[in-house]
């Protein structure tokens, strides 16, 4: 229960199905952010007690400093485009808290996610405006097998109207969808705080090593980026790429250098790995398009993919999940975009 409308609803919708509810808050950071506040752990609280659940405190700050807040500045310093909530639920939420509320005698973790589990996987919220299946493809079969989703079929003005017709106290609290660790939504200030010895300052340059501006921080930028470059070109310029051994951030004035036909991930997790003749459906970014593609997977934890059509921007970094119409068939994290296909798909 993070102290928000939504978690406060599942909680709500698992007792009203008959089930015995506990109710437990993550203590994930100390820093004044988007969640995890004393605020929220008031709220949480103050929700348990209307619902007449028992209610605990998990400090799992330890492992959220460790998968996520590390990995968020090790993965930028590395010229890559972090993931953090798909690394939070990876490992702080769906397997250190569910092997806790294991522990505990619990039969299954409940969250306030929107998304479904069908046939054995993650799948979309049936209501796709809020879903956050793309979020949750690190859920390996266990997992899924503990998991449940109460919000999945319902829409968010759904969910607050529930909240206030049972009188909770956080039925109109407003919802972020920021990084929960940045308050102020500034990723570079927190690079910067986590390696203050770091030199950062270097050239922006066109793909021919011309130079054509100045930045102070590599890490600042990712792959499509095209404000706060504050580069006069004659047209628009975008980040094409970013280099960090040498500090250069690559731009282009031509938008189509953005498009990948292709590319390679690791950290792959499958539920349902699919043979390279496969129509599937890909997506790098959690509001980006669901882009017709072909997949092919190896057992060195790597994948494939093949697009049909151009896919602007994709970073290294980035989360690519990989569908089977609303079924998340598994995912992995992009560490190559490739301007061709990187093999033959099948007619």
Request: hydrophobic share 45%; glycine share 8%; proline share 6%.
């Amino acid at each position: 229960m993070s102290g928000g409308v939504d978690s406060a609803v599942a909680a709500a919708r698992a007792k009203e199905e008959g089930h015995e509810v506990v109710g437990v808050h993550l203590k994930l950071h100390d820093r004044d952010g988007r969640c995890c506040s004393l605020d929220d752990a008031l709220d949480a609280r103050r929700t348990a007690a209307l619902l007449d659940i028992p209610f605990y405190v998990f400090d799992l700050r330890d492992s959220f400093r460790t998968a996520v807040m590390e990995d968020f500045v090790d993965e930028w310093v590395s010229g890559r485009t972090p993931t953090p909530c798909v690394r939070c639920n990876g490992v702080v939420k769906f397997r250190v808290l569910l092997a806790r509320a294991l522990e505990l005698g619990a039969d299954r973790l409940a969250t306030g996610h929107y998304a479904r589990i069908l046939d054995g996987a993650v799948a979309m919220a049936t209501h796709t405006a809020k879903d956050q299946s793309y979020f949750l493809f690190p859920l390996r079969p266990a997992a899924i097998e503990r998991t449940w989703f109460p919000l999945g079929d319902l829409t968010k003005e759904q969910v607050r109207a529930h909240a206030a017709a049972l009188g909770l106290p956080v039925a109109d609290k407003p919802e972020s969808q920021e990084v929960c660790f940045l308050p102020d939504d500034d990723h570079t200030s927190f690079v910067r705080a986590a390696r203050p010895d770091l030199p950062a300052a270097g050239d922006i340059v066109t793909e021919d090593g011309a130079v054509v501006g100045q930045h102070d921080a590599w890490y600042r930028f990712t792959i499509g980026q095209r404000r706060g470059l504050n580069v006069a070109l004659g047209r628009p310029a975008f980040v094409l790429r970013v280099e960090p051994d040498s500090r250069r951030v690559v731009v282009t004035t031509e938008p189509h250098r953005l498009g990948s036909m292709g590319l390679v991930a690791g950290g792959a997790v499958f539920v349902d790995a699919p043979e390279a003749d496969r129509p599937v459906q890909v997506r790098v970014r959690h509001r980006g398009e669901l882009a017709p593609a072909r997949v092919r997977t190896s057992s060195d934890g790597r994948f494939e993919v093949a697009f049909e059509e151009p896919v602007r921007a994709v970073a290294p970094g980035q989360a690519a999940v990989v569908y089977d119409g609303p079924r998340v068939l598994g995912g992995g994290f992009v560490d190559l975009a490739l301007p061709v296909a990187p093999f033959a798909a099948a007619a």
